[in-house]
């Protein structure tokens, strides 16, 4: 610990402290990684334990399209960025279009999930216990991909109008960060309402 | 202002003095914000106490009615947990990281302001339920379900009308703001450090805030998704607490322990800071064991994630439950006797300076001591099944906010007072203050134990006569007066030294950390050359170029 003076300069010109976009960005999912915890936690607990119909297998279909539609945003936002570092705006923006659309169709498909439930099957939160976890932990998934979607809508606008550089490359990274974020959050949810609920 | 050439000259008129508080990312004004806010709230939950323990000073009391007596120890905890203690010390960090780690703002200045408004959306929704909580059935106008508002109390079958409502928007709200201002404390004090101010020469405050930021993040989580799921069943008819559909009443309380416990520490880490900067100043050491004192902090953040259901003894778990809880309850001793006695020998042998903030600190010392030794004492299963939700809970935990955190929380208004108005807090009063409010907390609380022992529960609204009750709550009563006029010493201490106390220079106390390097209180920018440091204690550096600190760290 006992530095001199000459390589305390030395210290001085390598002084590199991390992004706090980036930190920030962790913290935030470490935050919403806590909710779902408890939400996912509920979900395995009152498995099994409504105390009147539906059951899950009577109802739920698997949604697989919609599934590998999300997951594979993520690469796409992935390539999206990979190209803004390297100042090629047009893929950018033809990633990150995709990565938008992708985002929609699985939003889409849960929403057409949600009203044959509603309409056809008469099954809503107030059912039983499986409607109240399932609509809040697929429900909350959902508010975060739509989040997610007005934050990619908007840095597509800004792309559009060419305000979108290779400078922005760390910033259009942190928000990549969320969105890989919600990604991995519906594995989860996924896993534990589809699969291990099911 | 910025195209002003010398804006300091310019008078404003009072609309834009309120309009630039409303309108600031500036953390120290955010810092003082959330501290005005913290001591208004903190006056209002202290009348809420009075009012309490007139109540309760004699068997048979029929000053309040049991309506009212449940309001009040409701909002008495939710106030003093969410609204006083949390606030406080969120403004003394967001006050003191920045100018301790020689930063010019936090990491995030809108995110502060946005933290600190959520947090005070927060306290007015809650006492907006005064004036809006009974609703059309005129159904009880504040919330009265404990500040831990089991299920199913807060069904809308027990809880009509809107006062839980309130209650629990107010602290969805309030959560919100905790988690961005605990974020912010992470980026900052992880990205915004000055040249030189590697994580080892961190003031232990700011390594403190770190954790407790750490903490915010997992424990007030799981607080916001709890009060979802309640919003849920109170207005979409979900059913997670609703026995008659099969849901499950225990899991209100694992949800809300899991963050209740981490909470505590939330609240008891800063104060762990304000000794830990005070202690060496007034004793003229370096810290005792500063290593040691970093791990124990973040090995006490981790321990105590795994404690929670403690608090649920009395519920009924199985024997691997009940032992799990205690033993890990049990471990949060070590590191926390490894800080008692780090302290302990920072003052050992140093040449000690009683003044007032040195007072608290070792009242801080003495009380957080005890308060946690009955923590160990309720740690045991079986003591606890005896004396669980009975006064000597209520005087084990009370030990430690008031007899730790608060008493932490004054010894850091005398310490920093100085350096955020550019006056003393006059020490007569001072010293006035400690005494007065040292005997008014002894004498309450001290006395609490006892009834509680005797076997009287938490939350009556009274008491039969001839239990041998009688003397212990009116002696706790007694204390809460010389309690209210040392606080009210304490206020007028602060609104007059204000305009009269002794103008002070960068460093009344002698200190050794960035601060200090500073004027009082500090310009805008903090710092008018971003400062590089070498060592722990940077001012002593500069003041002993001779005999600098950098040469034996």
């Known amino acids: 610990m006992s530095a001199t003076g000459a390589s305390m300069a030395a210290n001085d010109a390598a002084w590199d402290l991390p992004s706090r976009g980036r930190v920030g960005m962790y913290c935030l999912i470490v935050a919403e990684s806590a909710i779902f915890t408890i939400f996912v936690v509920a979900y395995v607990f009152y498995i099994g334990k409504s105390l009147s119909g539906p059951a899950p297998r009577e109802i739920l279909h698997v949604p697989i399209f919609s599934t590998i539609c999300l997951l594979s945003s993520s690469l796409t936002i992935h390539w999206a960025i990979a190209a803004l570092r390297k100042g090629k705006t047009a893929v950018f923006g033809v990633f990150w279009f995709i990565t938008l659309a992708l985002g929609t169709i699985f939003i889409a498909a849960t929403a057409r999930e949600w009203r044959h439930l509603i309409y056809q099957e008469d099954f809503t939160i107030q059912t039983n216990l499986f409607g109240t976890t399932y609509y809040s932990l697929v429900g909350l998934h959902a508010s975060h991909v739509i989040v997610g979607l007005i934050g990619l809508a908007i ?6 109008l060419g305000k979108v550089k290779r400078e922005q490359s760390e910033r259009c990274e942190v928000f990549s960060l969320y969105w890989h974020f919600v990604d991995a959050v519906w594995v989860i949810v996924f896993t534990t309402v589809y699969i291990v609920g099911r | ?122 306290g007015l929704l809650l006492y907006g339920s005064f004036f809006a909580g009974a609703g059309v059935s005129q159904a009880g ?11 199913p109390l807060t069904a809308t079958a027990f809880s009509p009308g809107h006062s839980t409502d309130y209650w629990t928007l107010s602290l969805l709200v309030a959560g919100v703001g905790s988690i961005a201002g605990g974020v912010n404390f992470i980026a900052t004090i992880l990205c915004m450090r000055c040249p030189g101010m590697t994580l080892s020469r961190m003031p232990l405050l700011a390594w403190m805030n770190l954790v407790m930021g750490g903490l915010v993040l997992v424990t007030i989580s799981p607080l916001t998704a709890a009060q979802l799921m309640l919003m849920a069943d109170r207005y979409l008819g979900a059913h997670f607490f609703d026995t008659v559909a099969g849901g499950s009443v225990v ?43 970093v791990a124990a902090t973040v090995s006490i953040g981790f321990v105590s994630l795994g404690v929670w259901a403690h608090h649920m003894f009395t519920v009924g778990m199985p024997s691997y439950g009940n032992a799990f809880f205690v033993l890990t309850t049990m471990v949060v001793a070590v590191p926390t006797g490894i800080k008692i006695f780090n302290w302990l020998a920072t003052m050992w042998g140093g040449k000690i300076r009683f003044a007032t903030p040195m007072l608290f600190a070792v009242g801080f010392l003495f009380q957080f001591l005890i308060g946690g030794l009955t923590g160990m004492m309720l740690a045991t299963a079986p003591f606890d099944w005896q004396l669980g939700n009975s006064y000597f809970v209520v005087a084990h935990f009370h030990y430690i906010i008031v007899g730790g955190i608060m008493f932490a929380i004054f010894a850091a208004f005398y310490y920093w007072y100085p350096k955020m108005t550019g006056r003393m807090l006059s020490e007569t009063l001072g010293k006035w203050h400690f005494w007065l409010f040292l005997i008014g907390f002894h004498l309450t609380f001290d006395f609490m134990h006892i009834p509680g022992i005797l076997g009287m ?16 709550n009116m002696i706790s009563s007694i204390g809460t007066v010389f309690q209210a006029v040392a606080i009210l010493i304490f206020v007028y201490n602060m ?35 971003v400062p590089s440091v070498r060592s722990r204690r940077p001012l002593w550096d500069l003041k002993h170029p001779d005999d600098p600190d950098w040469k034996y760290e």
């Not at chain 2, 310019?10 to 959330?34: C, F, N, Q």
């Not at chain 2, 106008?141 to 299920?151: E, L, M, T």
């Not at chain 2, 529960?457 to 212990?472: D, L, Q």
């Not at chain 2, 009269?500 to 960035?514: H, K, Q, R």
């Open chain 1, 155 to 160: 840095v597509m606008i800004l792309a559009l």
């Open chain 2, 1 to 122: 202002m910025a195209s002003e050439a010398i804006p300091l000259t310019i008078r404003k008129g009072p609309l834009a003095v309120v309009y630039e508080w409303l309108a600031t990312a500036d953390h120290k004004k955010i810092g003082l914000m959330y501290i005005v806010y913290a001591l208004l709230f903190l006056v209002i939950m202290g009348i809420e106490a009075i009012l309490m323990r007139i109540q309760l000073a004699h068997a048979n009391s029929t000053f309040l009615s049991p309506q009212v007596f449940n309001r009040l120890f409701t909002m008495h905890g939710t106030t003093g947990v969410f609204f006083v203690a949390m606030p406080i010390l969120f403004g003394f960090g967001n006050y003191l990281v920045p100018l301790m780690i020689g930063a010019r703002d936090m990491a995030f200045p809108r995110l502060n302001a946005f933290a600190f408004w959520m947090t005070a959306l927060g």
């Open chain 2, 141 to 151: 106008i504040a919330p009265d379900v404990g500040w831990f508002a089991y299920a």
């Open chain 2, 251 to 293: 899991m209100w309380m694992h949800f809300f322990w899991i963050f209740g416990h981490p909470e505590v520490y939330v609240l008891i880490i800063p104060c762990f800071a304000f000794i830990s900067e005070v202690i060496p100043v007034f004793s003229r050491k370096a810290m005792f064991g500063y290593p040691a004192m």
């Open chain 2, 457 to 472: 529960p938490r939350r009556v609204y009274t008491y039969e006569a001839g239990r041998g009750w009688e003397t212990w």
């Open chain 2, 495 to 529: 609104v007059s030294s204000y305009f009269v106390g002794a103008v002070v220079g960068n460093d009344p106390w002698d200190a050794w950390t960035l601060e200090w390097a500073t004027s009082s209180p500090p310009p805008e920018y903090n710092f008018a050359v």
